[in-house]
C-alpha cells in the first residue's frame, strides 16, 4: 500500500462550474502524477510534480491546471468542467526503489461525470 | 518519441490456460519496463518490472522479460486462473514519466 488517497471519489457536475480533486500522499515521495482513463485510450498523463511548486505539462493538460504547495498534496482542478473531461482520473506517486527504475503507484481513482 | 503497443483484447481463456499478452515498445535510450494489472473498480498495480535488457520480472506467476533486440515485453502465465481476469497494461518508464499501452482485457472462463 503505498498510501494514496483521493477525493472525492465520486463526482457528478454541471458544465461550466469548477472542480477540484486531491490526491494524497503519506510517504513523502517527491514526484507526483495526475492521469485520466478513458476507454479505448488507456492512461493519459494529464500534468505531474517533481516538487513543491514545480510542475510540468503531460499529454492531455488543456482545460486543466494543478498545484502542489506541500509534499503530501497534489490538486487538480477543471477551471470550467466539460462533458468531454467526463472519465476516470488517477494519481500516482513514483516509488524510489531505484533512480532508474521509474514505477509509480497509483490512488484508487476519481469518477467525475460532467452533465 | 516513446510509445507502446500491446495486443487488443478481449482475451478470453479457460482456466489452467497458457496465457501470452504481446507487447512491443520504441523508445529512446533504456527505458524500464513494467506490467500493471487493474481489477474492476480499483487503480492500477504494478504487477511485475524489468529495468534492463535481458532482466526478467516475475510476480504472482506471472513472467515477463526485456528483449532490447525485438524491443517485446511479452506477458507469460503458465496456467491461470478466474481471479487472473482484469485488465492488463504494458508501460514504458522514461524521463521522470511512463508511458502506457492502451490495456488487454482478460477473462477466464472456469
Known amino acids: 500500500d503505498a498510501g494514496i488517497t483521493q477525493s472525492p471519489r465520486h463526482k457528478v457536475t454541471e458544465t461550466g462550474t469548477p472542480v477540484t480533486l486531491r490526491c494524497h500522499q503519506t510517504?513523502?515521495?517527491?514526484?507526483m502524477y495526475w492521469y485520466r482513463q478513458d476507454p479505448g485510450h488507456g492512461l493519459r498523463l494529464i500534468h505531474y510534480?517533481?516538487?513543491?511548486?514545480?510542475?510540468d505539462k503531460g499529454e492531455v493538460s488543456d482545460g486543466y491546471s494543478v498545484s502542489r504547495s506541500k509534499t503530501e498534496d497534489f490538486l487538480l482542478t477543471l477551471e470550467s468542467a466539460t462533458s468531454s473531461q467526463t472519465s476516470v482520473y488517477f494519481c500516482?506517486?513514483?516509488?524510489?526503489?531505484?533512480?532508474?527504475?521509474?514505477?509509480?503507484?497509483f490512488g484508487p481513482g476519481t469518477r467525475l461525470t460532467v452533465t | 518519441g516513446n510509445s507502446v503497443t500491446q495486443m487488443e483484447g478481449p482475451v478470453t481463456l479457460s482456466e489452467e490456460a497458457f496465457l501470452t499478452i504481446n507487447c512491443t515498445y520504441t523508445?529512446?535510450?533504456?527505458?524500464?519496463l513494467f506490467w500493471y494489472v487493474q481489477y474492476p473498480g480499483e487503480g492500477l498495480q504494478l504487477l511485475l518490472k524489468?529495468?534492463?535488457?535481458?532482466d526478467k520480472g516475475s510476480n504472482k506467476g506471472f513472467e515477463a522479460t526485456y528483449r532490447k533486440e525485438t524491443t517485446s515485453f511479452h506477458l507469460e502465465k503458465g496456467s491461470v486462473q478466474v481471479s487472473d481476469s482484469a485488465v492488463y497494461f504494458c508501460?514504458?518508464?522514461?524521463?521522470?514519466?511512463?508511458?502506457f499501452g492502451k490495456g488487454t482485457r482478460l477473462h477466464i472462463l472456469p
Open positions: 510534480s517533481y516538487g513543491v511548486k514545480d510542475t
Open positions: 508501460a514504458l518508464g522514461r524521463d521522470d514519466k511512463i508511458i
Open positions: 510517504e513523502n515521495h517527491r514526484y
Open positions: 523508445a529512446t535510450g533504456y527505458p524500464s
Open positions: 500516482a506517486i513514483r516509488g524510489t526503489s531505484g533512480r532508474s527504475s521509474y514505477e509509480q503507484y
Open positions: 524489468a529495468t534492463k535488457a535481458d
